[in-house]
């Protein structure tokens, strides 16, 4: 085996370490291996020392790659991979959030709700590794999440994109090491997140326009954008759905974490699958699912009200 082929990217260091890749990016960072500038990440005096090299491609450029012996520095191995962190240790990779805003978006996403006892843990939350914890000195109620939760590819980009963080490819770069073909399957943590076909269309077309200025794809979707607003119901248009597939909700309710999607009776083959893929994705999940259909213009009071209801929400 050549020394070229002993040379690990970061993410595979990560990777051999059993730990997640945010946490050894961030750890380097705190070590002083490496340094950020600009959207790159570049090595340091003491990156160097330690083995720390480039390595070109010509489908991810440059990105850094480390001596597979690190895997047995003190340093690296001491790191704890099983910990648990909560919002405010969150900080340490989005550094311009708050612990508030950072629980808030938490929330924002369906995994903790806050009440007069603090956050609490939703089924979603519970679902991807969250537990309750109950603060020995307040009485007060947080989460704690698994590590791992900072490398979640739907929470990191809702959290970078709430945080107006540079983006970049590094971790994709990155990805690629030992000579071998790129790893398509890990997640690109910086990478930007695509902008949904429909609303490119939409906003090159005559779309129909909430009262509160939303902008919707049908007459029945601005019927029900103006329900919404008119029940004083904060809401978001055009929702990714927290998952890894790009799925997009026609509406989203922070308070109560409700999705909704309208069902036009002239809606194109690929709208309705998008719709019936929703649907499935969100049954799956166990997330909250409203459809409205063309029928249920005329008594929007029922089937929302009823419905929103049924997920303890009044209106």
Wanted: proline share 5%; charged share 25%.
């Amino acid at each position: 085996m050549s020394h070229e082929e002993e040379r690990l990217s970061t993410s595979a260091l990560a990777r051999a370490l059993e730990i997640p890749v945010q946490q050894l990016f961030v750890t380097l960072k705190d070590y002083g291996w490496i340094r950020r500038h600009a959207d790159n990440w570049l090595l340091t005096q003491k990156g160097e020392y330690e083995g720390g090299t480039y390595r070109d491609s010509k489908r991810f450029g440059r990105y850094i790659v480390w001596p597979g012996a690190l895997v047995q520095h003190p340093l690296l191995s001491a790191i704890e991979s099983n910990q648990r962190i909560t919002a405010s240790q969150m900080r340490r990779y989005y550094p311009r959030l708050q612990p508030r805003q950072l629980n808030r978006a938490l929330a924002e996403l369906g995994l903790q709700r806050h009440s007069i006892l603090g956050w609490e843990l939703t089924d979603f939350g519970r679902h991807l590794g969250g537990q309750q914890v109950e603060s020995d000195s307040t009485g007060a109620f947080y989460v704690s999440w698994p590590h791992e939760i900072v490398d979640h590819p739907v929470i990191h980009r809702e959290l970078e994109r709430l945080s107006g963080q540079p983006e970049c490819a590094e971790q994709n770069r990155d990805a690629e090491h030992a000579g071998a073909a790129p790893e398509s399957a890990e997640p690109d943590l910086f990478a930007q997140v695509e902008t949904e076909p429909e609303s490119r269309s939409l906003q090159a077309s005559s779309a129909c326009s909430g009262i509160d200025g939303h902008q919707t794809g049908s007459p029945l979707q601005a019927v029900v954008c103006n329900w919404l607003y008119l029940a004083q119901l904060a809401h978001a248009t055009r929702r990714a759905l927290p998952v890894e597939e790009p799925l997009w909700a026609d509406f989203y309710l922070p308070a109560g974490s409700v999705y909704i999607d309208c069902w036009d009776d002239e809606a194109a083959p690929p709208k309705l699958a998008a719709r019936l893929r929703n649907k499935e994705v969100c049954k799956a999940e166990g997330l909250r699912y409203l459809e409205v259909n063309a029928a249920d213009v005329e008594r929007l009071d029922e089937v929302l009200g009823r419905g929103l209801l049924a997920f303890g929400i009044r209106c």
